[in-house]
């Protein structure tokens, strides 16, 4: 499942880093995926958004078994 996550990490990559932000891919483990926002994304206001209404929306529909996204 990790190398179906990094994948799909790809194709949303380019809007995070359209804005001066990226994505690591840390761990992916028992169907959660766990994600550290950088560059401009890192402390932004709209993170927590960008993250569960952005990333794992996208994410659980190319990886359908992850069960949740979460920041490290």
Request: charged share 40%; proline share 3%; hydrophobic share 45%.
């Amino acid at each position: 499942m990790f190398e179906e996550v990094k994948k799909a990490l790809e194709e949303i990559r380019p809007m995070l880093q359209a804005d001066g932000g990226d994505v690591e891919l840390i761990e992916v483990k028992d169907g959660v995926v766990r994600l550290k926002l950088v560059g401009a994304c890192s402390g932004c206001a709209m993170a927590k958004m960008t993250l569960k209404m952005g990333i794992e929306k996208r994410l659980k529909e190319k990886v359908p078994q992850i069960k949740e996204v979460e920041e490290v």
